[in-house]
């Protein structure tokens, strides 16, 4: 099968590594790809938000699947594209309709998802220019820090955490008052949860799932997690804290009824779902939802899936993923960040990469071994190429 996998990022280049690994594979495209995913696929100069060249190359190609990796195609609505054309309503898109997308794309919409299904999270309030006052004192019954959320996508930017209530306050008339652009036109305030965040991943047909190795993403750029917030410096898997016990909350609280709100609700949603989770002393509580696989989590996620991860795109295409068991190592792997100096500030930007070659350390049952690894993850987005949400 010839597969198409949209993206440009280390994400796209873990998984482009992983299913190079299928049997299944013939032809693997990249679009618009990285250096990184060169080595290990076929590039295309075509953007991912480019439906109609999309569907050229698919038709010009014989493509039997489109794999999504970021949000923004998501959110505009490639899925729905593909279904309503008729030359491509047969090729399967792994990714969820503009609505399932749209739990990401709408802060507002998830939180509401969460409480009609009873999934644990934070408690909140949505406000726009309407009702602005009633925000306002709303943040007066809250305790410090104080969580403002833009609605929309906001390439990264639209969560504020604050200390001060004024300050709080006077963040929140700017957030509507455009300081995000449409993405502020409406702001979630949440009540702040203190705990450990972790990354919880499920691939689901929109009835059944199987769920994915969980990662830890560190976010702070120094060393000691310190410094300024970034898209992501770096991620481990699997999570020390995470044992049986809590993932087994996790999937009963969280998981299992997010895909059984899915199904209930009727939403189009083949594809991934990721778990933003904090864990409040023993409770798993949900931060957010994305509609795709979190960058840099994936680097370490793939390398943890023993399973054939075409062959898990196929089940979920056909709606067969309840048949399907999958595989994963006990092993530890670890993602670090390669930066231009000044990131995430003002940055020398178009940098070139060498010495991909390394040696990569990893512990098996208590020994120690070397082996020589040849991947480097292709984060070009730190280099200025995009942002991440």
Same mark, same amino acid.
């Given at each position: 099968m010839n597969l198409l996998l949209l993206g440009s990022g280390g994400r796209e280049h873990a998984m482009a590594w992983k299913m190079k690994q299928?049997?299944?594979?013939?032809?693997?495209?990249?679009?618009?790809?990285?250096?990184?995913?060169?080595?290990?696929?076929?590039?295309?100069?075509?953007?991912?938000?480019?439906?109609?060249?999309?569907?050229?190359?698919?038709?010009?190609?014989?493509?039997?699947? @489109? @794999?999504?990796g970021p949000e923004a195609p998501l959110v505009?609505?490639?899925?729905?594209?593909?279904?309503?054309?008729?030359?491509?309503?047969?090729?399967?898109?792994?990714?969820?309709?503009?609505?399932?997308?749209?739990?990401?794309?709408?802060?507002?919409?998830?939180?509401a998802f969460m409480m009609r299904h009873n999934i644990p999270t934070a408690g909140y309030l949505c406000v726009d220019r309407n009702?602005?006052?009633?925000?306002?004192?709303?943040?007066?019954?809250?305790?410090?820090?104080?969580?403002?959320?833009?609605?929309?996508?906001?390439a990264g930017k639209g969560v504020l955490i604050i200390d001060n209530l004024e300050e709080a306050q006077s963040e929140l008339r700017a957030m509507l008052g455009g300081k995000f652009g449409s993405a502020s036109a409406k702001v979630v305030i949440e009540e702040f949860l203190s705990g450990i965040e972790l990354s919880v991943f499920a691939l689901t047909d929109g009835k059944d799932y199987v769920l994915l190795p969980e990662a830890k993403d560190y976010?702070?750029?120094?060393?000691?997690?310190?410094?300024?917030?970034?898209?992501?410096?770096?991620?481990?898997?699997?999570?020390?804290?995470?044992?049986?016990?809590?993932?087994?909350?996790?999937?009963?609280?969280?998981?299992?009824?997010?895909?059984?709100?899915?199904?209930?609700?009727?939403?189009?949603?083949?594809?991934?779902?990721?778990?933003?989770?904090?864990?409040?002393?023993?409770?798993?509580?949900?931060?957010?939802?994305?509609?795709?696989?979190?960058?840099?989590?994936?680097?370490? @996620?793939?390398?943890?899936?023993?399973?054939?991860?075409?062959?898990?795109?196929?089940?979920?295409?056909n709606g067969t993923l309840g048949n399907q068991t999958i595989k994963i190592s006990n092993d530890f792997a670890v993602t670090v960040m390669l930066v231009s100096g000044g990131y995430p500030g003002d940055y020398e930007k178009g940098k070139e990469i060498s010495g991909r070659e390394y040696t990569l350390s990893r512990r098996y049952s208590g020994k120690r071994r070397q082996s020589s690894y040849r991947r480097w993850s292709g984060d070009i987005r730190k280099f200025g190429s995009q942002n991440k949400e």
């Open positions: 299928s049997p299944l594979l013939t032809n693997l495209y990249i679009a618009p790809g990285n250096a990184g995913t060169a080595a290990v696929g076929t590039n295309v100069t075509i953007q991912t938000e480019d439906f109609a060249a999309i569907k050229q190359f698919v038709l010009n190609h014989n493509i039997g699947m @489109v @794999v999504v505009a609505g490639i899925t729905d594209f593909f279904e309503a054309d008729s030359d491509i309503c047969h090729i399967p898109v792994i990714g969820p309709s503009k609505e399932g997308a749209t739990l990401e794309g709408s802060k507002d919409y998830a939180k009702n602005i006052e009633e925000g306002i004192a709303y943040l007066t019954t809250l305790e410090a820090p104080y969580v403002l959320k833009a609605d929309g996508l906001a976010k702070r750029i120094g060393d000691g997690d310190t410094g300024l917030n970034t898209g992501g410096m770096g991620a481990v898997s699997p999570v020390p804290f995470a044992d049986a016990a809590f993932m087994k909350k996790v999937e009963e609280t969280i998981v299992k009824p997010t895909i059984d709100g899915l199904h209930k609700e009727q939403i189009n949603f083949k594809g991934f779902v990721f778990f933003g989770l904090i864990n409040c002393d023993g409770t798993p509580k949900t931060i957010e939802y994305n509609v795709r696989m979190g960058d840099p989590e994936t680097e370490a @996620v793939m390398m943890r899936i023993e399973s054939d991860l075409v062959a898990l795109f196929q089940s979920t295409a």
